[in-house]
């Protein structure tokens, strides 16, 4: 497999079986914040090292290290990030699990990872994205971002109706920001609600 294998020669890793762990780690870790020290304790590795592996890894287009949004750029730079595969499958290969969707205890993360790459069609692409959580840890799943005047949050649910509360992160995200479109993302049809002057869609991952 490419990123247990080829990526090795790349590189020039020297310790593959850390090297394994932390690819293990990432996989199992999909849509969740990710910091450096604490890979290194679990992975068997010196921090420098798994910072240069995330560095690898990410500029072979393997995975994705999302930052957080912030209307301070400053503040933002410093932030944890959160990872993402590139290629559900590759990653669904290193932990072996090819289970159909409906029958995983993942399939929450598989289908977040699945909307960023949807989301994420080209490097271009990939640099509007961004993640939101509050300082009392209210979270939005991706914050599009073509300007700062103009973030529009996403939030990925399973299953989603109008008749359900609206999940709290988005619903704190649009009384903070205000944005004239906000998104659900979810497994099933198309929908349409108000809150607050914004415009939520509720649509199929797919459609995204």
């Known amino acids: 497999m490419y990123i247990r ?3 090795k020669d790349i590189g020039e890793i020297a310790d593959a ?23 290194a304790v679990s992975s068997g590795l010196s921090r420098p090292t798994v910072k240069k592996y995330l560095f690898l890894l990410e500029n072979t287009y393997v995975l ?3 930052p957080p949004f912030f209307t301070n750029k400053r503040t933002e730079v410093i932030k944890t990030p959160k990872v993402y595969f590139n290629d559900t499958g590759m990653r669904n ?12 205890t993942d399939r929450g993360a598989i289908l977040e990872n699945f909307v960023f790459t949807r989301l ?20 939005v799943d991706f914050v599009w971002q073509t300007d700062m005047e103009k973030p529009y949050p996403i939030e990925v649910k399973l299953h989603y109706t109008p008749r359900q509360p609206l999940p709290s992160g988005l619903k704190s995200f649009v009384g903070s920001y205000r944005p004239s479109r906000a998104y659900i993302a ?19 991952a797919w459609s995204v």
């Open 5 to 7: 294998r080829d990526i």
């Open 17 to 39: 079986s850390g090297y394994n762990n932390l690819v293990t780690l990432l996989c199992l870790q999909i849509g969740n914040l990710i910091k450096d020290q604490e890979l």
């Open 64 to 66: 994705s290290l999302v």
């Open 93 to 104: 290969g290193v932990v072996n699990n090819f289970v159909p969707l409906q029958h995983r």
């Open 120 to 139: 994420s069609g080209g490097d271009d692409l990939y640099q509007n994205i961004r993640f939101w959580r509050s300082h009392s840890k209210k979270e």
């Open 186 to 204: 979810h497994m099933g049809k198309f929908n349409k609600l108000d809150f607050k002057g914004t415009t939520i869609f509720v649509i199929p």
